[in-house]
């Protein structure tokens, strides 16, 4: 019998040797930059295409994974777009002799985490091998290429051998006090981790996703949808077709699925790492579980793996007849039945009959469209609301929704409920692009009415924590592509720096913005994007929010303690009622150390 010390030797050194050394395979034919504002408000129509695509939308997509790159940490390559970046945070991983460096940080703080950062990854490969024929039309497959691998390579050394996932990098409650520059990050920083003997299912699970997502759009996969009625393929991106490459992201896929599979007891990595996982725990592990077996059957070509996903799946009185949740980085149920019905139509073999999976998503959209989903409303402007997570960033779960709804569209059972689910999927983009009361695209960067105070700590270029507003006062650099936490419940956008329910920015809010920027490239839609047409200014609400940053809205003045004792009742209220809403959570703790921060 070979020790536990020679396994982990040679599971090492096998994973080492997978570590991939280039960034890139292609090169940009011209480097993209996102151009000033001001071009957000010029009309394009009909009459400026190019490869008949509307240039507002390489822009938007252009401009979203020019965010990503703006997210980086480790050391810069010296290609790198965003001039005002430096290389950071270089001995990540060193307190535990593991190197952690790269990777991308979370959101508007520094600290990098492994599960919402999995469904990140997983959605953008998703969103590719559904519409990535958009990549080369509007020459961005080099930077779709250049995100995944930055995304990847680190996840690669996160798995760090066959026992072992680090989770977070960063702890929040020193990160939180840290407003400053990518130059003075407190360091070094500490890591956390599962492992075999103390396992996070949830995490495993999700990443298993991700590397697997990956590694079957690398494969040259060519597409999750039907082909349109002119014969063409809308998915799959040929240009960064790597085998070599998709079999290391396979095998790390293969490691992580067997640690959430076999390894006990299956638990949600915030019992494992109470600290790691307290910025985002997450509710349950099964959804991952069936999530991941759906990508790993995909991947590998193999039932068995659906199989296993659908114990996992919901059922019986927990079925789609009574899933209200949004999906999230915590939440992939709503995607399950959605994702089985392309693969079904992808390949027979592996899901022989999509007639169940249809109906569990009729199940879940018509509720959406019909106004019947239970804690789900929509704001007079027409944002769908789901109470608990919306509160927190409103714009994330109407995305989502939008991005597994326009997936779906081509699925439907009948024409009526196709064109109903492309309307819903259709009204929310508009929303976030400026058909809003706010008068502008939620969008950093895009049209001289986007947001002016995104909560980013390197983009703000100030230095004092206690006057966040306005230290600077106009934000020193533009985190062009930055979709922000979006406005409240009566469509009012505060655009205060501060205020991170709605201002702050992060990996994962961008991710439905990629969906729906290369579904729109994808399909042909060359109206322009409603922002173009946006005139006069933005309609900034004055006075101050009522959210978990500014608790006390207008009145002021309440104690910290009855903050925090209204703050616990109306988190018990809507766990109650929802049935666990973990991204409310993880704003609480946020608004927690906040509070600290701010002296209040
Ligand atoms: C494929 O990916 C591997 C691993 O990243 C890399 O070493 C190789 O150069 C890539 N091949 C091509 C043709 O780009
Ligand atoms: C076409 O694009 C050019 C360059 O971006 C721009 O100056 C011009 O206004 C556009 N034309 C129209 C009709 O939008
Ligand atoms: C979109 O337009 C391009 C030509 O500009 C064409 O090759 C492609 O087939 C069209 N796609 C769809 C879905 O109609
Ligand atoms: C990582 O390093 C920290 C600080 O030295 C230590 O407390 C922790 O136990 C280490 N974790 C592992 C898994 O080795
Ligand atoms: C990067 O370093 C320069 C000084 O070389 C500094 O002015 C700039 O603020 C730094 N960028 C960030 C995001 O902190
Ligand atoms: C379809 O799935 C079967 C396994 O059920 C696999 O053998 C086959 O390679 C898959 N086909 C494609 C095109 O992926
Ligand atoms: C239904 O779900 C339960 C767990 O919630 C699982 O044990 C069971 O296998 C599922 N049944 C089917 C038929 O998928
Ligand atoms: C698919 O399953 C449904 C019920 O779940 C059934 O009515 C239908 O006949 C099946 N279709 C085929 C082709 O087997």
């Known amino acids: 019998m070979r020790t536990a010390v020679a396994q982990s030797l040679a599971a090492l050194v096998a994973l080492v ?112 091998l559904s519409f990535g024929s958009a990549y ?46 990518d130059l003075d990050i407190p360091g070094p920083r500490s890591s956390y981790s599962v492992t075999r003997q103390n396992p996070g299912t949830d995490a495993f699970a999700s990443c298993a996703a991700a590397f697997a997502a990956s590694a079957y759009l690398y494969s040259g996969e060519s597409g999750l949808l039907p082909t349109s009625p002119n014969g063409a393929n809308l998915g799959g991106v040929p240009s960064i077709r790597n085998r070599t490459y998709s079999e290391a992201l396979l095998r790390h896929a293969d490691g992580l699925w067997d640690l959430a599979i076999n390894s006990s007891p299956r638990q949600v990595y915030s019992v494992a790492q109470p600290v790691a996982g307290q910025s985002y725990p997450s509710s349950d592990y099964e959804d991952d579980l069936a999530f991941a077996g759906l990508w790993m059957a995909l991947a590998k070509g193999d039932a068995s793996y659906v199989n296993e996903a659908l114990t996992f799946y919901p059922n019986g009185t927990n079925g789609f007849a009574s899933t209200n949740a949004a999906l999230n980085w915590d939440r992939k149920v709503a995607a399950l039945p959605v994702l089985a019905v392309q693969m079904a139509q992808r390949n027979t073999s592996l899901i022989p009959n999509m007639t169940r999976f249809q109906t569990d998503a009729e ?50 059972t009948t024409s009526a409920k196709t064109s109903a689910y492309r309307s819903l999927a259709d009204s929310q983009v508009d929303y976030l692009l400026g058909d809003n009361s706010y008068n502008g695209p939620y969008i950093v960067g895009q049209h001289p009415n986007s947001p002016q105070n995104p909560h980013s700590a390197m983009a703000s270029g100030g230095t004092d924590i206690t006057n966040i507003n306005n230290s600077p006062p106009k934000e020193l650099h533009v985190l ?121």
């Open 17 to 128: 040797d997978l570590v991939p050394t280039t960034h890139a395979q292609i090169t940009p034919q011209q480097i993209y930059q996102p151009p000033p504002a001001s071009s957000g408000a010029v009309s394009q129509q009909q009459s400026n295409l190019t490869n008949g695509v509307n240039p507002q939308y390489t822009d938007l997509l252009g401009n979203a994974l020019w965010f990503y790159e703006a997210q980086r940490s480790g050391a810069l390559p010296s290609n790198n777009r965003v001039s005002w970046r430096n290389s950071s945070c270089e001995n990540d991983g060193s307190l535990n002799n593991t190197d952690l460096s790269g990777g991308y940080y979370d959101a508007g703080d520094y600290i990098k985490a492994t599960y919402p950062f999995c469904w990140t990854m997983t959605s953008i490969a998703w969103s590719a």
């Open 136 to 181: 080369s039309r509007s020459s961005q497959d080099a930077y779709l290429d250049s995100t995944l691998r930055w995304g990847l390579d680190w996840l690669s050394k996160a798995h760090s051998d066959q026992d072992t996932l680090w989770v977070l990098v960063g702890n929040p409650a020193v990160d939180d006090q840290y407003w400053g520059g």
């Open 363 to 412: 199940l879940y959209f018509d509720r959406l469209t019909d106004g019947k989903m239970q804690y789900v409303s929509q704001t007079k402007g027409g944002l769908y609301w789901w109470s608990g997570d919306s509160d927190a960033a409103s714009l994330n779960p109407a995305l989502n929704a939008a991005f597994i709804a326009d997936l779906y569209s081509n699925f439907a």
């Open 480 to 600: 062009y592509g930055a979709v922000v936490g979006g406005p409240d419940k009566q469509d009012r956008f505060f655009d205060l720096r501060d205020d991170y329910p709605e201002t702050e920015i992060a990996l994962d809010y961008n991710a439905p913005l990629i969906a729906a920027a290369v579904s729109r490239i994808a399909r042909n839609v060359t109206k322009d994007p409603p922002y173009t047409t946006s005139s006069g200014s933005a309609n900034v609400a004055s006075g101050r929010p009522t959210d978990a940053a500014y608790p006390a809205g207008k009145s002021g003045g309440l104690s910290k303690g009855a903050q925090i004792a209204i703050a616990v009742v109306v988190v018990v209220v809507v766990l109650a009622a929802v049935g666990g809403v973990s991204w409310w959570q993880r704003e609480r703790l946020k608004w927690w150390y906040r509070q600290k921060k701010m002296g209040l």
